[in-house]
């Protein structure tokens, strides 16, 4: 777990809209290595999932732009190279798959279509071989009838199918890095469990890396090795996640954790922290979080707090930790 | 149990609120009043142009074919007595400022009253054809049952005929009067109206306001006025605009092949009888050609920018 | 999941389309019969002109057409004859109406053929390239050309045309010849005006419907999907976004040629001189000669209802969301 596949550092994605700009991603920063999976966490409009987009450049442009940063996989800067680097490398040696299955997928294509397109692309086999691995990858995700599904249309499966068929697709051509948008929120708790338990096996088996978005707290600490906090567009905490859980620094984090509930005990009530997500056309001056924060200082109202590391592996964007 | 009516004066003055919001939204759309300031313009030439230009069916031999202002055309006589042919150059004068068919009318005052005829055939078969489709869609919709499905029938079957044969046809037998074209169109264009406003007032009747207005205690009557109208009424302000350049084409269409109104100008038959005389006097199937041009672009403009306004899904 | 779903669809749209046929034909006959004038007086106005006798023409006439029998028995045989090709008898041209459609219809099948080709092909092309460079200056262009194509009244169009192209620049001539051979070049130069002509109004209304269904489709979650998986832009556009597009396209394109496409080409024919079933029509409204009119009529709609049966059809096949089990 110690080479580093995948390098983001200072990443901006803005869009230009008519109200204004919206400073979606402001500058964020994390590392991926191979085998591992790291957990971009955070509320709804923190900007996990325009990172996750901007990763790949799949954002329309306009209205959207990545302003700065780079994004460095091997001796490529996604964010700066060719359009046919980039989609050599897009579905090959990067895959990514969606929240919701019935919109990624192409309504009036059958599934085995979708999938051999891809593998086509990538790959010089041929048509008979193609569709030998769409079914093989099918059962291996643990679709039944796989000779039936592979000629289906998407809307005449279920949800859980249909999140199988895209992760079975995004497989197609053996991909180092899967990054997933939030592939569980959309769908019921079991098919949510054996959807986790499908990414497990992978990282097992294949030593595949991944770059996981959710909210979901419980999801990091089930499936995660590192998790990225995010807020107001920038990365506020990075650390193994045994120590987000356990340790948290940040005052953004500590107030994520301290929200879960704790069955355990009885709580009169439960714990939310005040204030609410700021608005990413009017992000207020210095550290994103400084409204809402119960530490905030002086300092923050002024200036963006840098990483700071606190411990292995363990670093914050905060002033209380800066030297 | 009475309820308090103060839906009735805050919905008159919402209302008004609301047709302002509308207003706004449409203002914004730079083509949309263009089209709206050129029906103005075509609406006062039409009102008060005749009593400015001379009369159109004033015939003067004398000065047939004359040429708008700014343009001359060559016209060769032949003399019998020298056996030569002389040309001569005539150009346009600011008496016929576009010109003078071949009988010598002059074609701003025929293009003027072509006017009248346009929009009072627009707005009144306009105007039929959206009541009867209304009354048809709203019948049909609040009906259900064997009422509703015998009215779609029929009027799938009316919508089959192509709008302008069937009227053609219509035209033909029972004679072209203004008055029978103006019915043939109204009792033909319809169809398209009665099926938008059948869909959306089934669309209305099940969407939860009208369960809301229901569940305080509001009567079937005050629903329908107070809830649905309301919100049709943008529908039909939207398809009523856009339905009017059909009309008005098809009336000139009508009197372009010969089936219309021949005691009134209508600019089709003027560009009829401009088609005859392309290479001795151009300018007869140019002038009312532009007009029809342009008033039917004014209320497509218009007519969409009302659309897009309406629209709460369409980001102004 | 088999495949009896779609027959009997079919069967079902087939005895519909009966329906609404008969329909037609009823509200054809009502109309020709409720008509101010009837059959026998208009002929009458031919003949009274020759000068033969009043009474004896009517009565003949009428025993002739069976006029004189109920109305019911009238309608009964009106659909027969229908239905087995007799089709009248057309006084001004001493034709039976069916030689007439003939020999006429290929003229305007021609015509109406080459217009919907021609502004298909360019009307979905522009559509395309036009929803897929939204809000840039082209867009907006092409936005206000279609509304132009859309405004013009065809058959001011034509004349332009003729005036500019035939009479100016003397390109092409001005009436069509009819000696012509169909399948010359000589004919294809002749119909070059009329399908332009025809053609502009149906292009900018395929521009605008292209652009729209192809709007719909382009921020919708698959296009990213594709895209994530590294195909080509062309691929994504002409592919995914084009065939999810292209579905709902198909519809309005045919219902459109049924309501809007015949009555231009009736226009067409009549500025430019071709010889199809709207020239026959016009010819026949100016010789009282009533049976053509009608049977112009009927065909027309006819062709409309079957158009939109096998439109409907094509698409009930081709998309997969719509299955009746």
Known sequence: MNDTILRTKNLKTYFYTTRGVVKAVNGVNFNLSRGECLCLVGESGCGKSVTALSLLRLLDSPPARIVDGQVSFGDIDLVKCSTRQLRQIRGKDIAMVFQEAQSALNPVLSIGNQIIEQVELHERISQREARARALALLEEMGIPSAERVIDTYPHLLSGGMKQRAMIAMSLSCNPQILIADEPTTAVDVTIQAQILEIFRNLRARKQMSFIFITHDLAIVNEIGDRAVVMYGGRDVETAPVSRIIKNPRHPYTRGLIACLPNMSRSEKRLESIPGNTPNPIELPPGCPFHPRCPKAMDICRRKVPSPTIVAEGHAVSCHLYAS | MKYRTAGTSTSIRAGGRLAGYYWQRTRRNKLAIAGLAFIIFLIFLALFGPFFTMDPTEVNFDEKNLPPIGFSIEKSIYDINTDEFTTTIIRGTWKHPLGTDNKGRDLLAMIVSGARISLLVGLIATGMAIILGTIIGVLSAYSGGWVDNALMRFTDIMMTFPFFLLLVLIVFIFGHSLIFIVLAIGLTGWTGTARLIRSESLSLRTREFVTAARAIGASDRRVIFRHLIPNVMSLIIVITTLSIPGVIMAEAALSFIGLGDPTWTSWGIILSAGQHTLDTAWWIAVGPGIMLFLTVLAFNFLGDGLRDAFDPKSKI | ?325
Not at chain 3, 86 to 108: A, C, D, Q, R
Not at chain 3, 121 to 140: C, F, M, P, R, W
Not at chain 3, 155 to 182: A, C, E, H, Q
Not at chain 3, 247 to 270: Q, R
């Open chain 3, 1 to 325: 999941m088999g495949k009896t779903w779609l027959r009997d669809y079919i069967i079902k749209r087939l005895i519909y389309s009966v329906i609404i046929a008969w329909g037609i034909l009823t509200i054809t006959f009502v109309l020709v019969r409720v008509g101010p004038s009837s059959p026998a007086d208009k002929y009458l106005a031919n003949l009274t002109a020759s000068g033969q006798d009043v009474a004896e023409v009517v009565a003949a006439i009428e025993a002739r057409y069976g006029l004189d029998k109920p109305l019911w028995e009238q309608y009964f045989e009106y659909i027969g004859n229908l239905l087995r090709g007799n089709w009248g008898w057309s006084f001004s041209t001493s034709m039976p109406v069916m030689e007439l459609i003939k020999t006429h219809w290929i003229y305007s099948f021609q015509l109406i053929l080459l217009s919907s080709i021609f502004a298909a092909i360019l009307g979905i092309l522009i559509g395309i390239y036009s929803a897929v460079k939204q809000y840039t200056k082209t867009d907006y262009a092409l936005t206000f050309m279609s509304f132009v194509g859309i405004s013009l009244p065809n058959f001011w169009l034509g004349v332009m045309l003729i005036l500019v192209f035939s009479v100016k620049m003397g390109i092409f001539k001005t009436y069509y010849d009819t000696t012509l051979p169909l399948f010359s070049l000589e004919n294809l130069k002749a119909l070059v005006l009329p399908v332009m002509t025809l053609g502009t109004g149906m292009v900018a209304g395929y521009v605008r419907y292209t652009r729209s269904a192809m709007l719909d489709n382009l921020r919708k979650g698959f296009v990213t999907t594709a895209r994530a998986k590294g195909l080509p832009e062309h691929t994504v556009i002409g592919k995914h976004v084009f065939r999810n597009a292209m579905l709902p396209l198909i519809t309005i394109i045919m219902f459109d040629l049924g309501s809007i496409v015949f009555g231009g080409a009736y226009l067409t024919e009549i500025v430019f001189g071709i010889p199809g079933l709207g020239q026959v029509s016009f010819n026949a409204i100016f010789a009282n000669d009533y049976p053509i009119v009608v049977a112009v009529t009927l065909i027309g709609t006819l062709l409309v209802l079957m158009i939109n049966l096998v439109t409907d059809i094509t698409y009930t096949y081709l998309d997969p969301r719509i299955r009746y089990d």
